[in-house]
């Protein structure tokens, strides 16, 4: 696949089908995105995998708790200022607008939305998973290192005909989490990502979200 097809394909899929995804797929995956660049060559990112029964007990966890109210836990980090504002709260609320849109889900039906959320929490049924953290002495710039691994991450995998979806709500749980993945208390945990082939009968994974028009945010200059 050209790269250019692989950024053009990625999407955040939210309907996977059940067939098994190749760990040793996985991990070449895995290894050769370690060659996104890396200030300093820190290479600040932690990878842990789940599948199989890992994976079918942190599901049944969750549905757990959220069938007891799901609230929060205390978290590390906000994942969205406080104070969003527009442009950038336009389109988050767009997106989604879009997605209910082609689920049928009006905006007055809270239980549906509310529903259809909660899959987050079982990776939209993907047979495979990872999360990312980071050693809680790490910086922003190590944060974006973080992103440029993931993304060198999806784009492999959609050279080898897989998809993903990025999760940062997974940043509410991250006690549950950490204890799924026995996650040392000098790491924190920055968010997951469902992995596998997505369903392309759910209307869901038709949706394509918009980009903001060059011009709004790219300036050439020159002598």
Request: aromatic share 8%; charged share 25%.
């Given at each position: 696949?050209?790269?250019?097809?692989?950024?053009t394909?990625?999407?955040?899929?939210?309907?996977?089908?059940?067939?098994?995804?190749?760990?040793?797929?996985?991990r070449?995956?895995?290894?050769?995105?370690?060659?996104?660049?890396?200030g300093?060559?820190?290479?600040?990112?932690?990878?842990?995998?789940?599948?199989?029964?890992?994976?079918?007990?942190?599901?049944?966890?969750m549905?757990e708790?959220?069938?007891?109210?799901?609230?929060?836990?205390?978290?590390?980090?906000?994942?969205?200022p406080?104070?969003?504002?527009?442009p950038?709260?336009?389109?988050?609320?767009?997106?989604?607008?879009?997605?209910?849109?082609?689920?049928?889900?009006?905006?007055?039906?809270?239980?549906?939305?509310?529903?259809?959320?909660?899959?987050?929490f079982?990776?939209?049924?993907?047979?495979?998973?990872?999360?990312?953290?980071?050693?809680?002495?790490?910086?922003?710039?190590?944060?974006?290192?973080?992103?440029?691994?993931?993304?060198?991450?999806?784009?492999?995998?959609?050279?080898e005909?897989?998809?993903?979806?990025?999760?940062?709500?997974?940043?509410?749980?991250?006690?549950?989490?950490?204890?799924?993945?026995?996650?040392?208390?000098?790491?924190?945990?920055?968010?997951?990502?469902?992995?596998?082939?997505?369903?392309?009968?759910?209307?869901?994974?038709?949706?394509?979200?918009?980009?903001?028009?060059?011009?709004?945010w790219?300036?050439?200059?020159?002598?």
């Amino acid at each position: 696949m050209q790269i250019q097809e692989a950024v053009t394909s990625r999407q955040s899929i939210r309907a996977f089908l059940p067939t098994p995804v190749d760990s040793d797929t996985i991990r070449r995956v895995l290894t050769l995105a370690a060659r996104a660049a890396s200030g300093g060559n820190l290479q600040p990112w932690h990878i842990d995998v789940l599948a199989g029964g890992a994976l079918a007990a942190l599901r049944a966890t969750m549905r757990e708790r959220l069938a007891q109210g799901g609230e929060p836990e205390p978290t590390d980090y906000d994942i969205y200022p406080a104070a969003l504002r527009a442009p950038w709260r336009d389109r988050r609320f767009q997106v989604g607008e879009a997605m209910y849109a082609r689920l049928g889900i009006p905006r007055e039906d809270k239980a549906a939305r509310r529903r259809w959320f909660s899959r987050n929490f079982d990776f939209f049924g993907a047979p495979m998973a990872l999360f990312c953290s980071v050693d809680r002495s790490m910086g922003p710039p190590q944060w974006s290192d973080l992103g440029m691994y993931l993304q060198t991450v999806m784009l492999l995998l959609r050279g080898e005909g897989l998809d993903s979806c990025a999760q940062e709500c997974w940043a509410i749980y991250p006690a549950t989490v950490a204890a799924a993945i026995e996650l040392p208390p000098e790491r924190m945990l920055f968010c997951g990502m469902a992995i596998g082939h997505r369903d392309p009968a759910h209307a869901v994974n038709a949706l394509v979200s918009d980009r903001a028009p060059v011009d709004e945010w790219l300036r050439f200059r020159s002598a």
